[in-house]
């Protein structure tokens, strides 16, 4: 599977929590939040986005971002 370096620009997130869902989807066959691999706290207008140990640097969270917060990028090196 491709590996891609995911880029956050947190200024654009609006707490859709669309990449939550669809990280959920793909890995845990569920649309559960708390089973995501990528964490999006809003706290206010602010927004921290972290990953989990389990990430697998997919991209397919940065597929399902809408509003420019989430961006891949091909790791250098990966087939
Ligand atoms: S899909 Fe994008 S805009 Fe929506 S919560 Fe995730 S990072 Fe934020
Ligand atoms: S890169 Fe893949 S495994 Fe990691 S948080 Fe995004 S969808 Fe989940």
Do not use: Q
């Amino acid at each position: 599977m491709a590996k891609y370096d995911i880029t956050v620009a947190a200024d654009n997130c609006t707490g859709c929590l669309r990449c939550e869902l669809a990280c959920s989807d793909a890995y845990a066959k569920t649309f559960s939040t708390a089973s995501a691999r990528i964490r999006v706290v809003m706290t206010g207008p602010d927004c921290e986005i972290s990953f989990t140990d389990e990430c697998v640097e997919c991209g397919i969270c940065a597929d399902n971002c809408l509003y420019d917060t989430l961006s891949k990028e091909r790791k250098e090196g990966d087939r």
